[in-house]
């Protein structure tokens, strides 16, 4: 009986690590200043398109164009993780789920935006990029949607807009000239198969709880 009473302890101690494990972020867990190309699942066509954005298109409102281009592999299709505020998301720091983070289009300095204006093709909301410098408004801001605690790189997950409550979206719809074959990006308000993302290639910050210590992958 004493001996049984011994070895408790013990292996309590030996599943500690286990327990606790949902608690601190994985080494894949997407962190603040990471710059992703984020591709869209398509749960019912089996093929991804990167969400791009191209400072000569406009959209419908007169702001800059955020489409799905199939397979693209430019640095147009890279964004920067950020927080509502620089030091509210320190570089290297773990998003966490139900976070709002801003996403920041490398190449023009433009935010992910959404407002209250019909999309052109499937009269959805309109996405756009907004903003300069980093520097935009309100409308700016997304939530991550994820099943943990930590957004995990390899897992599919949503973006909602904070403002709106509308859900980052593709449905399939085509542009045509001047940039036929890429597809509509919008705000969906049901929360669906079309509004799952993955974060794929790109500079990986090495998550930290300490935003003093981390690394690139």
């Given at each position: 009986?004493?001996?049984?009473?011994?070895l408790f302890p013990l292996l309590l101690l030996a599943l500690l690590p286990g327990l606790c494990h949902g608690r601190e972020p994985a080494p894949g867990a997407g962190t603040c200043g990471s710059?992703?190309?984020?591709?869209?699942?398509?749960?019912?066509?089996?093929?991804?398109?990167?969400?791009?954005?191209?400072?000569?298109?406009?959209?419908?409102?007169?702001?800059?164009?955020?489409?799905?281009?199939?397979?693209?592999?430019?640095?147009?299709?890279?964004?920067?993780?950020?927080?509502?505020?620089?030091?509210?998301?320190?570089?290297?720091?773990?998003?966490?789920?139900?976070?709002?983070?801003?996403?920041?289009?490398?190449?023009?300095?433009?935010?992910?935006?959404?407002?209250?204006?019909?999309?052109?093709?499937?009269?959805?909301?309109?996405?756009?990029?907004?903003?300069?410098?980093?520097?935009?408004?309100?409308?700016?801001?997304?939530?991550?949607?994820?099943?943990?605690?930590?957004?995990?790189?390899?897992?599919?997950?949503?973006?909602?807009?904070?403002?709106?409550?509308?859900?980052?979206?593709?449905?399939?719809?085509?542009?045509?000239?001047?940039?036929?074959?890429?597809?509509?990006?919008?705000?969906?308000?049901?929360?669906?198969?079309h509004n799952y993302w993955k974060a794929m290639e790109g500079v990986f910050i090495k998550p930290s709880l300490d935003p003093a210590k981390h690394d690139e992958l």
């Amino acid at each position: 009986m004493r001996g049984r009473r011994r070895l408790f302890p013990l292996l309590l101690l030996a599943l500690l690590p286990g327990l606790c494990h949902g608690r601190e972020p994985a080494p894949g867990a997407g962190t603040c200043g990471s710059v992703l190309d984020f591709s869209h699942v398509f749960l019912n066509w089996g093929s991804g398109m990167s969400l791009v954005s191209f400072n000569s298109i406009q959209t419908g409102s007169g702001q800059q164009s955020v489409t799905g281009v199939e397979a693209s592999d430019d640095a147009n299709s890279y964004w920067r993780i950020r927080g509502k505020s620089d030091s509210s998301c320190q570089r290297g720091t773990p998003v966490k789920c139900g976070q709002a983070i801003r996403l920041t289009h490398v190449n023009t300095g433009k935010n992910l935006h959404t407002h209250h204006f019909p999309s052109p093709l499937s009269n959805n909301q309109e996405v756009s990029a907004f903003g300069d410098d980093g520097e935009g408004d309100d409308l700016d801001f997304w939530i991550v949607q994820c099943s943990g605690t930590y957004w995990e790189r390899e897992d599919a997950v949503r973006f909602k807009h904070v403002g709106t409550e509308v859900f980052l979206s593709i449905t399939g719809e085509q542009y045509g000239h001047p940039i036929r074959g890429q597809r509509e990006v919008h705000g969906m308000s049901a929360a669906n198969h079309h509004n799952y993302w993955k974060a794929m290639e790109g500079v990986f910050i090495k998550p930290s709880l300490d935003p003093a210590k981390h690394d690139e992958l």
